[in-house]
């Protein structure tokens, strides 16, 4: 507008300026004439500066205007973009005079390019995962395998005990272990009364070996039924002669019929150690003493004794020994050493208590 004012103040001063008076009337008629013209260009020049100069000033807010919309967008765009701020590049143009330069054209403001939309692609692309039936499926299908697996592992291992169960029941019993279980069946026959069958039972297997755990249990069968010579059957001395139980039971069926000889015989053909075969001791001593050998009977119930002193029976059996020797003090210590001592029979305790009033009073 300043542009403006000075042309029209300009125009002003031509007007008021006294023009020389002509040489001759042509000259004074060209000039009137042109004075006219001079001042239609003037104008036209004046307001063609002013369009130009609201034209720029327009573009200037236009371009600003559009600064403040992309920036009012940017906040929108993913943070990793980086958008060309048209501001920079408006101020980056050089400002010359309308009066200089062809005015310059208005720089548009750049169009939002499809670029700020890559964000939200890129934050929707988790939504194209496969359907949630799909994903379940997938999940599932690894799941579906276990159990074949796991029955293969079983098959597998089971496979390696089938077979050794199968070595094991090729493999033929050893003949200890067939009487092993001969003998429990045995006792089953002879807890249910089938004695004849027990029997039966045993002949067969005796035919194979000596079977002296089958033996055994059906000779003391026989035995407590006061069957002595039938068990003595089932205990000939040359299978009873390696084996002390049955030699203690073969001694006792002796007794049974009467044969103490012989049952002293059988029991003295091998004694074994007290550990273990303490009752094959107490028949051997008892027998002793019946026989009279009251001092053989007294060893051997000091050895029981030296093994365990906790036993009254022993001590009886030891102060009967001393007592028939003449050994009077050392039987009324023994009697006295049973009386002490719980487990004793109520029938044998009287005999203790007896047998210590009468060394008492003698």
Not at 231 to 251: H, I, M, S, Y
Not at 289 to 295: N, W
């Amino acid at each position: 507008m300043s542009l403006l004012n000075d042309a029209l103040r300009a125009a002003e001063q031509r007007q008021d300026r006294p023009v020389a008076p002509g040489v001759y009337a042509g000259g004074q008629a060209q000039a009137g004439n042109r004075k006219p013209v001079f001042m239609i260009v003037l104008v036209v020049l004046a307001i063609v500066v002013a369009g130009l100069g609201g034209y720029w000033l327009f573009s200037i807010n236009s371009s600003s205007a559009s600064a403040e919309t992309a920036e009012a967008e940017k906040p929108l765009s993913s943070p990793a973009m980086v958008e060309p701020e048209p501001v920079q590049i408006q101020a980056s143009t050089p400002q010359t005079p309308a009066s200089q330069n062809p005015a310059p054209e208005p720089l548009s403001p750049e169009p939002l390019s499809p670029e700020p939309m890559e964000p939200d692609t890129t934050q929707q692309e988790p939504a194209q995962s496969p359907p949630a039936s799909v994903a379940k499926r997938e999940k599932v299908e690894p799941s579906s395998t276990e159990p074949e697996k796991e029955a293969e592992t079983e098959a597998k291992e089971t496979e390696p005990e089938k077979t050794a169960m199968a070595d094991v029941k090729q493999v033929p019993e050893t003949p200890a272990a067939t009487d092993r279980s001969t003998a429990r069946d045995l006792e089953r026959l002879v807890a249910q009364g089938r004695i004849t069958d027990a029997e039966r039972r045993l002949a067969a297997l005796t035919r194979e070996q000596d079977a002296p755990r089958s033996r055994y249990v059906v000779a003391r069968a026989l035995l407590v039924d006061g069957k002595q010579d039938q068990a003595l059957g089932w205990l000939p001395a040359e299978v009873t002669a390696q084996n002390p139980a049955l030699r203690l039971l073969r001694a006792r069926a002796l007794h049974a019929n009467n044969d103490l000889g012989a049952a002293l015989n059988t029991l003295t053909s091998s004694i074994p150690p007290v550990e273990g075969h303490a009752e094959y001791r107490v028949t051997l001593a008892t027998l002793l003493q019946q026989q009279g050998d009251s001092a053989e009977a007294a060893r051997h119930w000091a050895v029981l004794i030296a093994w365990d002193d906790s036993q009254a029976p022993w001590w009886v059996g030891l102060a009967i020994s001393l007592e028939t020797q003449g050994e009077l003090a050392g039987a009324a210590r023994a009697y006295r050493q049973a009386a002490e001592l719980p487990g004793l029979p109520r029938s044998l305790a009287d005999y203790v208590q007896q047998r210590l009033q009468a060394l008492r009073a003698g």
